[in-house]
């Protein structure tokens, strides 16, 4: 069974700076989506980023970008600029051969002003 | 109006009640979703809907009882409910279901069970 890891519960970084959230994932399958989806405090999560496994190149949206190594089996977002409104929290989530979204236990990025 | 909207937002109810959660969608998606979010725990799938055929029923307790009228509406049906299912429930969409398109949230229902 495909499995998701992200190892940093909390997280912290300045306004302006950058900061990188991580992500682990174990499955056997070789195409595969990756995705990461912001939770801002009582609203909605919505879709940042994703990554199709086939892809080598690393998806970028703005100020977002992912490091995707596939053979350490790593998705890693990268928040460039950090702004107030990037505080979240931030879920990993993988979409193999089934119609199943398999999400990590997610991140809580603060941003201090 | 925001893409699936839910209603409740807040629900406390006693372990004895009946009561339902409500989505809809506005995005013309075909298939629906239910999560349950607990603290420090991985979203939990619960149910899939798709073209108003559920396709899922991931090990959930009969006490939630979902149901899917139309491509637009999604409900589940709460009774004889344990402390242990406070949590908050999610709602989604997305274009299909097997393939890897963006689900779109709601914003939840905080459900607490006294």
């Known amino acids: 069974a495909q499995t998701v890891t992200q190892s940093q519960p909390e997280m912290s970084v300045q306004e302006a700076e950058t900061v990188t959230l991580s992500c682990t994932y174990d499955?056997?399958?070789?195409?595969?989506?990756l995705f990461w989806y912001k939770q801002p405090p009582s609203r909605q999560m919505i879709l940042v980023i994703r990554?199709?496994?086939?892809?080598?190149q690393n998806a970028t949206e703005n100020r977002f970008s992912v490091n995707f190594q596939k053979a350490a089996k790593s998705f890693s977002l990268k928040i460039s600029d950090s702004q107030l409104g990037d505080a979240a929290m931030y879920f990993c989530?993988?979409?193999?051969?089934?119609?199943?979204?398999?999400f990590g236990t997610g991140t809580r990025l603060k941003v201090l002003a | 109006e925001t893409g699936v909207t839910q209603t409740p937002r807040h629900l406390v109810m006693g372990m004895t009640n009946k009561k339902s959660l409500k989505c809809e969608q506005h995005?013309?998606?075909?298939?629906m979703y239910w999560y349950k979010q607990s603290a420090k725990k991985p979203l939990e799938l619960m149910f899939v809907?798709?073209?108003?055929?559920?396709?899922e029923n991931n090990s959930v307790p009969s006490r939630f009882s979902p149901e899917c009228p139309n491509s637009s509406h999604l409900f589940l049906h709460l009774h004889t409910l344990q402390p242990e299912d406070s949590a908050l429930y999610l709602c989604?969409?997305?274009?299909?279901?097997?393939?890897?398109?963006?689900?779109?949230f709601g914003p939840g229902t905080r459900l607490t069970v006294t």
């Open positions: 989604a969409s997305s274009q299909e279901w097997n393939r890897a398109y963006e689900q779109y």
């Open positions: 499955t056997s399958e070789s195409d595969y989506y």
């Open positions: 990554q199709e496994a086939y892809k080598q």
């Open positions: 989530a993988y979409k193999g051969g089934t119609y199943k979204y398999i």
């Open positions: 995005l013309g998606h075909n298939a």
């Open positions: 809907y798709n073209f108003k055929e559920q396709t």
